[in-house]
């Protein structure tokens, strides 16, 4: 399960997708069926009561997995999400978050993975885990 | 299974608590066990290929559940999500996201809801759905 | 989404695959992207505690899903699960496990259903919901 | 994350609970947060095809967080299984199911789960991922 993009290639091609002018992804590491992902804070994130909200932590979890899948099938991909469970396990400080995905499985049509979310404010602390499906388009890469 | 705030008062209890000048979310409906949503259209929805992205959608599905406690169980909880998991199943065109939400179980400590996410530009597509679980706090309402 | 089995049919074809002498499943309903079946009672699907066990309404929630595939995509088909998250809501008495199923998707790679399970022995009480994505093999009915 | 129990006591609780003269689970090892389980092979198990059902993994991943619970917990404890969220991966040969279960989250009211599953007949491949949630009963151990 070789990666065949960098963490940077990666990075530059979420960039383009968003169309935004600053960065919101920060890919940190890119590794043998795992990757380690950072999402920018900003302010919108916090949810009332001052804590990082659950949609900032889906989407965290979401890019993490579109990052796996990148990385390791490659920039002609157009993968989607098709299903992601996600549990919520403690309170998310502010602070940009930190998702550490990891491939469970990369088959032709489906990929799943996982994700674990924490804060930078307090990195020891899982604030929240995922698994997640992507289907693959057909008849790319390996034919 | 029966409602104790109005549709109205749900509306203006979460707009209090996202502190923005505009409306995010629209109220339309609570019935028994029962709640309908509208998440109102903006920009940043949209995700690459102009379609709703799937944190947007993820954002219906948990307000709709929240409506759903907050509408049954009144405004002194302080729930949070504890799991949600989602299933993306077509393409959500650019529009408002409209939830269909449904209590299954109402307990003391954990409620578990589904909802149904249709876009407004095209409503009778079923475009996500997810089941979800909110912790409840001890020692309120029924003691 | 006509279904293209009758009940009678896809509960033949399940029995065959079983082997069992005994019956499994009854399916009691076959509608129109819909399904009612009945896992029948047996001593070794209890748990401690004399509730039905969670394997058992497991059990109940897949050969449902299963039953909406084949009675809706036929015979040839060799629909395998990949994923299923299963609620569990109430204790379920012991009885007969009837699940009510509905397809939320059928695409062409894969079919998104839900389950809603009830017990013979108190069937007002929905006692599980469970969701599910079945990957369908290609190359079968619509080429 | 210390457990309280040692693995023969873990497998002996659990075997006391089935009534079955038969040992049905193996407790190989009890860590910190961590479990190794190891469901036995019965014929039982295999649906057609000669691969482990479903319904037997989904048995696998259920009783290694419930060991995980207990061993943490102690026995004292009445958990029950809120949520299970299971994604399959692989064709599970026949053999027995080893499960490595992992705790993400051990609240007070709440514990979350993951196990992973394989087959002993090819235990290099990942036949199964599940996540859990089980709720604890009020009122044990820590007051």
Request: with cysteine; charged share 15%.
């Amino acid at each position: 399960m070789k990666p065949i993009m960098t963490a940077q290639e990666v990075e530059n091609l979420i960039h383009l997708g968003f169309e935004t002018p600053h960065k919101i992804l920060s890919i940190e590491e890119v590794g043998c069926g795992s990757v380690r992902t950072r999402l920018l804070f900003r302010e919108n994130m916090l949810r009332p009561g001052k804590i990082v909200s659950g949609p900032a932590l889906f989407t965290a979890a979401d890019l993490a997995m579109y990052a796996l899948v990148l990385s390791h099938s490659g920039p002609a991909l157009m993968a989607v999400t098709s299903n992601l469970n996600i549990n919520f396990l403690a309170k998310a400080e502010p602070g940009d978050v930190i998702s550490v995905g990891k491939i469970l499985k990369l088959g032709q049509r489906l990929a799943v993975m996982e994700a674990s979310m924490y804060s930078s404010a307090n990195p020891n602390v899982l604030v929240a885990h995922a698994t997640g499906s992507y289907a693959l388009p057909l008849n790319q890469g390996k034919t």
